[in-house]
């Protein structure tokens, strides 16, 4: 059983640029979330996304978005960086089908992204 | 909104002794679960045991286990005969869809 990966492992843009980070999920799981992780801090949620469809939004702002493919894969865009968005981005994957209140979500190592 | 709480930042512990980390939660559904999480210094989340609110009996899982006390919104983590590679950062996570984690408690295990 493949567990989740994620791409790139580190990556260093500057202000003003966009990112793309990639996540491949679990095998026989359909839903992607995805969480930024500041220094010392906890996770926070961004989106999920179940069927391609964003599931759920946390308190981010639009340049933030992201796409789930066919396959389950899944991908988080960020526009404009700024320098606060430099932060371990974790991909989390679980099975929606166990139900929202008991899938244990399965992390990925994350992408540790530096904006500078 | 839920909310989680994790008023250890840091502890530490000797090696085969047991610990317990705390975390009370705020939650207005009636249906949750209760997550904890690992993560070492290499920042991969890494999934211990889960509690759902609905469960009977306190969640185990090897030398993990929550007590879970449901009128007081606390489900403390216990770890037994700590080992060294025990040595991380933990996080308390309630899901409700989606995961809200605690700050989390760094434990360190001495020898």
């Known amino acids: 059983e493949t567990g989740v990966t994620q791409s790139p492992t580190h990556l260093i843009k500057t202000r003003g640029q966009q990112v793309t980070l990639r996540c491949s999920s679990q095998?026989?799981?359909?839903?992607v979330s995805w969480y930024q992780q500041a220094l010392g801090q906890g996770p926070q949620f961004i989106f999920q996304?179940?069927?391609?469809?964003?599931?759920g939004r946390g308190n981010f702002p639009p340049r933030f978005s992201g796409l789930q493919f066919p396959n389950y894969s899944s991908e988080l865009n960020v526009n404009a960086l700024e320098l606060d968005d430099s932060a371990l981005y974790l991909c989390?994957?679980?099975?929606?089908?166990?139900?929202?209140?008991?899938?244990?979500?399965?992390f990925g190592p994350g992408t540790r992204l530096t904006v500078l | 909104a839920q909310k989680i709480t994790q008023t250890q930042p840091g502890m530490f512990v000797q090696e085969k002794e047991a610990v317990t980390l705390d975390c009370t939660y705020d939650?207005?559904?009636?249906?949750?679960?209760l997550f904890w999480y690992k993560q070492p210094s290499s920042g991969e989340m890494i999934f211990l045991i889960y509690?759902?609110?609905?469960?009977?009996q306190n969640a185990t899982e090897g030398r993990y286990s929550l007590n879970f006390q449901k009128a007081r919104k606390s489900a403390n983590l216990v770890i037994s005969a700590s080992q060294l590679g025990d040595s991380a950062m933990y996080f308390c996570?309630?899901?409700?869809?989606?995961?809200?984690f605690g700050q989390g408690t760094t434990l360190q295990v001495k020898p």
């Open positions: 989390a994957s679980s099975s929606y089908l166990a139900g929202p209140r008991t899938d244990t979500q399965y």
């Open positions: 996304y179940y069927r391609e469809e964003e599931n």
């Open positions: 095998s026989g799981h359909n839903t």
């Open positions: 509690q759902g609110s609905y469960d009977q």
């Open positions: 939650t207005s559904d009636p249906s949750y679960g």
């Open positions: 996570a309630v899901v409700t869809g989606k995961l809200i």
